[in-house]
């Protein structure tokens, strides 16, 4: 079982509130990933990381911003939600191309902006 | 960047065999992934490929030709559980994964 959470899993919250999304994995793993995903639509990677103090912005353009200060801990922050930002966000991480090296996906936080 | 390319609906019977192909552009690779996705939930692994061939798990197999920027996933004997999206996905040498928009799999009774 993988061993990678986010929190929360649902969240409804007003236009305009700052939000951050926390992802946590125990796996020691260096990259992790931000996707979004609109129900019965593909995955769009916003952001990734490859280790502490790295972070890159994913093909999908998003107004969130991303920090990996801590190899277990890659939040996403969103300054000032809008209703365009409503979409299910699933985090993801992966270890060295030696090991066993799928990324393992925590279960998604499905936020809706009013 | 990467380009990568699946059918968008497949349909077959249960007990059948469905076969999806994913066709790939990157700079740079770095391993093929299969992924299950019911709806509303995360995606699950299934299958890695890194280098040519055939790779078997029980009732999932996927292929993989790097030359050809061409991998497919195999389902045998199909059973009704099986209905999901099916997403391929591409690592580059970075270890950047960029998935596909994903081959929905209806099984029919």
């Known amino acids: 079982e993988a061993d990678i959470y986010q929190t929360p899993r649902y969240l409804v919250i007003g236009t305009g509130k700052k939000i951050t999304l926390e992802c946590s994995q125990t796996?020691?793993?260096?990259?992790m990933y931000w996707y979004q995903q609109d129900p019965g639509m593909e995955l769009h990677l916003i952001h990734y990381?490859?280790?502490?103090?790295?972070?890159e912005k994913g093909d999908l353009s998003s107004e969130s911003t991303v920090s990996r200060i801590r190899t277990e801990h890659f939040p996403l922050t969103l300054e000032s939600a809008r209703p365009s930002h409503t979409s299910q966000y699933l985090c993801?991480?992966?270890?060295?191309?030696?090991?066993?090296?799928?990324?393992?996906f925590g279960q998604g936080t499905r936020l809706t902006v009013v | 960047g990467q380009n990568i390319d699946q059918p968008t609906e497949m349909t077959a019977t249960e007990g059948a065999i469905v076969q999806i192909n994913c066709t790939y552009q990157?700079?740079?690779?770095?391993?093929l992934f299969w992924y299950q996705q019911h709806a509303g939930e995360a995606p699950t692994f299934l299958s890695y490929?890194?280098?040519?061939g055939l790779e078997e798990k029980g009732r999932f197999s996927s292929f993989l030709s790097r030359s050809k920027g061409y991998s497919y996933l195999l389902l045998k004997e199909l059973q009704m559980k099986d209905s999901a999206s099916y997403l391929c996905?591409?690592?580059?040498?970075?270890?950047?994964?960029?998935f596909g928009a994903g081959t929905q799999v209806v099984v029919t009774p």
């Open positions: 796996m020691g793993h260096d990259k």
């Open positions: 490929n890194v280098l040519d």
């Open positions: 996905a591409v690592k580059d040498s970075w270890g950047k994964l960029q």
């Open positions: 990381s490859y280790g502490v103090n790295s972070t």
């Open positions: 990157t700079s740079g690779f770095n391993g």
């Open positions: 993801a991480s992966s270890g060295q191309e030696s090991q066993n090296t799928e990324a393992f």
